[in-house]
Structure formats: structure tokens, C-alpha cells
């Protein structure tokens, strides 16, 4: 193989590192997202704020639909530069405050972290390293367990994290029905790891723009999705709710415009579905990536 095929690449060779590193969180981390959960059931928060940065941050758009989903708990974001560049400080007393990072050494998350704590904030981090200053200054650290990741796009930690947010919700909620479907986490993405996508390389090698789309929990994977095609292909990829699709942008689509769905087995799983369908009717390609309609898109296998 040349090296650059992508089969050599570092960002793959991580990537497919995934499914052992989330065998190890669900089994490491599975005593003290027990005792969390239970501690934050007694706590009873009126909110949760997340703050992140990049991939991190998409993880924290996961974490924000499966909370208030889940748990009925309004999350929000929260700019880290509120903190860092303007010196305000955000009222969060009583709040979980969840910050997300695989280095824990981005200045303004720490600024922000140490703000939240001094408020009355409950401070949790998920990070990769647990011996940065992100994970000293939060009362809690909830490993990543990713191990060294050198590529500059994240992958192995990203999946890492969204495991690491599901384990939480799982025990906080005391959902018996998502803990089982933990444990068969790791099996899923080794199987996920050998399916192949070249058929979407092939039909986006041409494209210099495209949307990537996404509902519910789905919108943290469009917007992961659009982040990894920016960085790494060059293409200027934006990632919308299926929703807001409708309102304005979708006159972009067209033959030359692609749209990337990903969707899941959920109630947003129909909408998603009628978006397939009116995109189809105007002549825009789509690639669709989980539950199909059946026509009207190339369908990638999950």
C-alpha cells in the first residue's frame, strides 16, 4: 500500500482502537458512575451546563439530548469565553457543571471550571488525562480510558466520551434496559469498525460543500461528522438539525450540494425519514447512514 492510503493512516489505526478502549471504561468507571448516579438522584440538579471545545464539545450536544431525553434535565452550553475573555461568571449554584476534554489543558475550560466550582457548581470532567490541571481542578474526573491519541483529529477519546455520557445517564436514571445494551457497546463498534463507507467516498470525492444532518442525539454525530470532513478532506461541511434543514438552508441543496443523514431507531426516526424523501423529490444527493426509508439515498451500511 502507498502511504497515503488510508489504511495506514494514524487517525484509522486509533480509530479502530475504540471498541477495547470503551470495553475498559464501561469496566473501570462502572463502580463510580454508580455511586454518581446515586449521588446526583439525592442532589436532584436544576440544570446542567456542559463546556467543551471542538469534538468535545459535540460529545457535549449528546450528552444534551440524552439528559433532558432521559433524565428530563434542561443542559445547556455554556462559552467558555463568557468566562475566559469577558471575566463573567454564570450563576450555576446547584447545577452539574460537565466539562469534556481529551488533554484537560485548554486555559479557558480551566477558567471556566474553577468559576463554576467556586459558584456551588457540582464540577465533573470526562478527560482522557486524568493527571491535568482540567481533572484537579473539577471535584470529579471520569477517565476517558482512550489511551495516548496523537492523531490531530479525535477519534478513539470521541467515542470514548459518548460511552462515558451514556454510562452516566444509564446509572443516574437507573435504566436496566440501557446498562444491558452497554455491555454489548464494545461488539457493536468492532463490528461497525469493519463495515465499508467507500461507496460515500466515491459519490463526495467530487463535492466541495455538503450538509451533514442529524435529530435528537443524532445532530452530535452530523456535527462530529462535518468537523472530521472539514479538517481532514477539505470540504466545508455544516451540520444542521433535520429541522432547521427546512427553514432556509435546504434551497443550497442541490445535484451538486450532497446531503449526509445520519438517523436512528428513535422518534425522530420519521422526520428524519421525510427529509430523505423531499430531498430525493428535488434531485439532492443523499447518503444516509443508519435507518433508511428504503429509497431515495445511498444507503451506507451500520
Avoid at 47 to 60: K, P, T
Avoid at 152 to 169: F, P, R
Wanted: aromatic share 4%.
Amino acid at each position: 500500500m502507498a502511504a497515503s492510503d488510508p489504511a495506514t493512516s494514524l487517525m484509522l489505526r486509533e480509530a479502530r482502537e475504540a471498541p477495547a478502549a470503551v470495553a475498559r471504561l464501561l469496566a473501570e468507571n462502572a463502580a463510580t458512575c454508580r455511586n454518581l448516579g446515586a449521588r446526583l438522584r439525592d442532589l436532584a440538579p436544576p440544570f446542567a451546563v456542559s463546556c467543551a471545545r471542538g469534538s468535545s464539545d459535540n460529545a457535549a450536544t449528546f450528552a444534551k439530548y440524552l439528559f433532558e431525553i432521559r433524565l428530563g434535565l434542561v443542559t445547556a452550553s455554556v462559552g467558555p469565553s463568557v468566562r475566559s475573555v469577558y471575566a463573567a461568571a454564570p450563576s450555576m449554584r446547584g447545577a452539574l457543571f460537565l466539562a469534556i476534554s481529551q488533554s484537560g489543558r485548554s486555559p479557558d475550560l480551566l477558567h471556566l471550571a474553577e468559576a463554576a466550582r467556586a459558584g456551588g457548581a457540582l464540577t465533573l470532567v470526562l478527560v482522557n488525562d486524568t493527571g491535568s490541571p482540567l481533572a484537579e481542578i473539577c471535584e470529579i474526573a471520569l477517565p476517558l480510558h482512550a489511551g495516548p491519541e496523537r492523531s490531530v483529529a479525535a477519534t478513539k477519546s470521541w467515542i470514548c466520551s459518548l460511552a462515558a455520557i451514556l454510562q452516566l445517564a444509564a446509572y443516574w436514571a437507573e435504566d436496566k434496559k440501557l446498562l444491558a445494551a452497554l455491555d454489548g457497546l464494545p461488539e457493536a463498534l468492532e463490528k461497525a469498525a469493519g463495515q465499508d463507507w467507500s461507496a460515500a467516498a466515491a459519490q463526495l470525492a467530487g463535492a466541495t460543500n455538503l450538509f451533514v444532518v442529524g435529530r435528537g442525539i443524532g445532530l452530535a454525530l452530523a456535527q462530529e461528522g462535518a468537523l472530521k470532513l472539514k479538517e481532514t478532506c477539505g470540504i466545508h461541511a455544516e451540520a444542521l438539525s433535520a429541522a432547521e434543514l427546512m427553514h432556509g438552508p435546504l434551497t443550497l441543496a442541490g445535484p451538486d450540494f450532497p446531503v449526509l443523514v445520519f438517523s436512528q431507531h428513535d422518534e425522530a426516526y420519521q422526520s428524519v425519514a421525510d427529509l430523505i424523501a423531499s430531498l430525493h423529490a428535488r434531485d439532492v444527493p443523499v447518503i444516509a447512514a443508519g435507518p433508511t426509508p428504503g429509497g431515495g439515498c445511498l444507503a451506507l451500511p451500520c
